[in-house]
T-cell receptor, first 111, second 112 residues
């Protein structure tokens, strides 16, 4: 079983739609959680951290459910520029702050 | 100028050749990392270094070696390249209390 699992998609949605991505992690000692964005053939870039109480950054909302070992990312009012692959990332306690990446969920926002 | 620079950006080579990928950074970060990315597998950690005298194996270090020549430079070597090392390679840096969030542009390596 992968340590971090994501639905690979692709998700194809129209502009203005709301879309949600899910991610599950297997190690209960995971302590820090992030969403990264990766454009085609480009480097990953940090989109947002995920906090236990949930957090929002503009059109993006991230939530964490420790009991279910589940992370989500919600994108409201999708833009064409949101088209990318979204990577769920976890740091496990005691792992010297190494990142463990999910394989990513591909999103295409259609005009 | 980019904060994290990888060279070369693209490389095609033959099985058995020795390859070196270089990474340099201007962020002043102590920690540097090498990852590879394969379709459907996400990024996997190859090696990491917390300072010039510290080198650690990651998840998939077999077939690779690294050298931390200075705080700003961290190179990855494939001593005898094989086709299943064809991948996109990323270098990343971080300061001690944050995740590696500064990635280079990547090196696309193809081994024939």
């Amino acid at each position: 079983r992968k340590e971090v699992e994501q639905d690979p998609g692709p998700f194809n949605v129209p502009e203005g739609a709301t879309v949600a991505f899910n991610c599950t992690y297997s190690n209960s000692a995971s302590q820090s959680f992030f969403w990264y964005r990766q454009d085609c053939r480009k480097e990953p870039k940090l989109l947002m951290s995920v906090y236990s109480s949930g957090n929002e950054d503009g059109r993006f909302t991230a939530q964490l459910n420790r009991a279910s070992q589940y992370i989500s990312l919600l994108i409201r009012d999708s833009k064409l520029s949101d088209s990318a692959t979204y990577l769920c990332v976890v740091i496990v306690s005691g792992s010297a702050r190494q990142l463990t990446f999910g394989s990513g969920t591909q999103l295409t926002v259609l005009p | 100028d980019a904060d994290v620079t990888q060279t070369p950006r693209n490389r095609i080579t033959k099985t058995g050749k020795r390859i070196m990928l270089e990474c340099s950074q201007t962020k002043g970060h102590d920690r540097m990392y090498w990852y590879r990315q394969d379709p459907g597998l996400g990024l996997r950690l190859i090696y990491y270094s917390f300072d010039v005298k510290d080198i650690n194996k990651g998840e998939i270090s077999d077939g690779y070696s690294v050298s931390r020549q200075a705080q700003a430079k961290f190179s990855l070597s494939l001593e005898s390249a094989i086709p299943n090392q064809t991948a996109l390679y990323f270098c990343a840096t971080s300061d001690p209390n944050s995740q590696p969030q500064h990635f280079g542009d990547g090196t696309r390596l193809s081994i024939l």
